[in-house]
């Protein structure tokens, strides 16, 4: 659109003093107003949009993680209520875990080094060696089904803190030892960890 041209007609346009030309001039302000208003308008839209978007990724992670923690508590109550079970004198058993973090994934990375060696000269015949070295690493991707992802060499599970049990014959010292000494041995944490208590009695 040409503004000078524009500019120029509503001059001639306020000239003739014209109550119709008024009224054309009032339309086109109010339709400059609209475009105007609707544009600022969709900007804040995208904007909300962005500002939205991360936070759901966020909550999404958080509740990734605490559902691959729930999984893997699950198995290791069942499991650890089962062996429990067995040791002469133990009855009925409830289990508490508590773990530090999530799982953690460890990719395999490819370490990448060069070196250059350059020998400077001066005027008066002294020489100079500059050893330059640079390291560096990337992470190994590998191609499947899915498409492209990290190659994982290890998973490290979620390191357990400490662990409560509730035991029926663990108001017996020995067995109550018996029992802290088994989960200690079983995940590699300190007996200090393991609290260990008798079941009410019915």
Known sequence: MDYKKLKERFETILKQKNIG???????????F?????????VNNISKSKKVNIEPKNEEMNLEANETMISD??????????????????????????????SE???????????????????????KRIN??????????????????EPLILKTEKPKITGIVVVAEGADNSKINYEIRKAISSLYDIGVDKVNVFAMKKN
């Open 72 to 101: 893997y508590e699950k198995e290791q109550k069942k499991a650890l209520t089962e062996i429990l079970k067995k040791i002469d004198g133990v009855g009925n058993v409830e289990v508490m875990i508590n773990f530090e973090s």
């Open 33 to 41: 107003f609209l475009v105007v208003s609707y544009f600022s308008g």
């Open 21 to 31: 030309n008024l009224i054309i001039i009032l339309l086109i302000v109010i339709m």
């Open 131 to 148: 050893n330059q070295e640079t390291t560096g690493g990337k992470v190994v991707i590998s191609t499947n089904v899915e498409g492209n």
């Open 104 to 126: 953690i994934k460890v990719p395999a990375i490819e370490n990448s080094s060069t070196k250059n060696i350059t020998e400077e000269s001066d005027s008066e015949g002294g």
